[in-house]
């Protein structure tokens, strides 16, 4: 295949990296609600990642898309998951390993 159709379909070298992102969350208010969506949306722009799945009221499922192979993904990855160690509406989270999408 060639490199322009391996580009635009991100694949082989050009496969973007993710890993599943699953937790629960605490009962909030709508201004918790607010401040916890956008420490959610700082961290992953702070970390040049991407989130593509569901937030519950209790729960969030994503996939958390880091970048393409060339990228740092391991440090975006670990950055990702300290700084959601420190936002106090997550009780518990779980991810997945770093793989090509």
Sequence with gaps: ?????????????????????????AAMDEEAEDRFFTRMLTLAEDCRCWFDGVFGDDFFDLEVI?????CLNEERRAALLDGLKEIKE????NAGELAAR
Excluded: C, N, V, W
Aim: no cysteine; glycine share 8%.
């Design 66 to 70: 880091t970048g393409p192979a060339h």
């Design 1 to 25: 295949m060639k490199k322009r159709i391996r580009k635009k379909l991100h694949i082989g070298e050009y496969a973007d990296y993710s890993f599943m992102l699953t937790g629960k969350l």
């Design 90 to 93: 997550i009780t518990e989270f």
